[in-house]
């Protein structure tokens, strides 16, 4: 055992122990200041730093998106369809309001543009091409076959001699289209 009387050992014990609930006091109270400024950090980083850089990035994306689309409004305001022996290339496309396509017949017979339903070309008044256009199967030149019928320059002829058809999609929709010549030949116009 100790070299210290037992009363000076009782002292000792009893200084430790009064002293004990006080550091342990302060122990228990650094620890839970901790715990209140981890909670307080944890709060602040979740309540207004997170919520600021999701902002920024959705901010920046919405930018980069606006752009985006700026420019491929700048770009796609004229779509190309081309009419070959096979039927219309692209034949379903989507564009926006306010869009040209232009259809240029590229096979080796007639092409007469037209909204469906066939033979009527109703469902979106104005889409119809009113008029053959590209290979002739008549022994008129197609220019003097357009006077006959009434409808010069609503087609005209671009490069090789290839005859196109233009219309601007005004109206929100979809519009099935054909080939009034050759009715199989079908496509859809989704105007957005």
């Given at each position: 055992?100790?070299?210290?009387?037992?009363?000076r050992?009782?002292?000792?014990?009893?200084?430790?122990t009064r002293?004990?609930?006080?550091?342990l006091n302060?122990?228990?109270?650094?620890?839970?200041?901790?715990?209140?400024?981890?909670?307080l950090f944890?709060?602040?980083?979740?309540?207004?730093i997170?919520?600021?850089?999701?902002?920024?990035?959705?901010?920046?994306?919405l930018?980069?998106?606006?752009?985006e689309?700026t420019?491929?409004?700048?770009v796609?305001?004229?779509l190309?369809v081309?009419?070959?022996?096979?039927g219309?290339?692209?034949k379903?496309f989507?564009?926006?309001?306010?869009?040209t396509?232009?259809?240029?017949?590229?096979?080796?017979?007639?092409?007469w543009?037209?909204?469906?339903?066939?033979?009527s070309?109703?469902?979106?008044?104005?889409?119809?091409?009113?008029?053959?256009?590209g290979?002739?199967?008549?022994?008129?030149?197609?220019?003097?076959l357009?006077q006959?019928?009434?409808?010069?320059?609503?087609?005209?002829?671009?490069?090789?001699?290839?005859?196109?058809?233009?219309?601007?999609?005004?109206k929100?929709?979809?519009w099935g289209?054909h080939?009034?010549?050759?009715?199989?030949d079908?496509?859809?116009v989704?105007?957005r």
């Amino acid at each position: 055992m100790s070299n210290l009387p037992v009363p000076r050992l009782a002292e000792k014990v009893s200084c430790y122990t009064r002293s004990m609930p006080r550091r342990l006091n302060q122990i228990i109270d650094l620890k839970n200041f901790l715990v209140v400024c981890g909670a307080l950090f944890f709060v602040a980083f979740v309540g207004v730093i997170v919520p600021y850089f999701v902002y920024k990035h959705r901010a920046g994306n919405l930018n980069t998106q606006k752009a985006e689309q700026t420019s491929q409004s700048k770009v796609s305001n004229v779509l190309n369809v081309t009419y070959t022996n096979k039927g219309f290339e692209p034949k379903d496309f989507t564009v926006s309001v306010g869009t040209t396509v232009v259809w240029t017949n590229e096979s080796d017979k007639q092409m007469w543009v037209a909204s469906d339903p066939h033979p009527s070309h109703n469902a979106l008044p104005g889409f119809d091409q009113q008029g053959p256009t590209g290979h002739e199967e008549h022994d008129e030149p197609e220019s003097s076959l357009l006077q006959k019928l009434g409808l010069e320059g609503r087609t005209e002829a671009h490069g090789g001699g290839h005859a196109v058809y233009e219309y601007t999609f005004s109206k929100i929709g979809i519009w099935g289209y054909h080939n009034h010549l050759s009715p199989n030949d079908k496509g859809k116009v989704t105007v957005r």
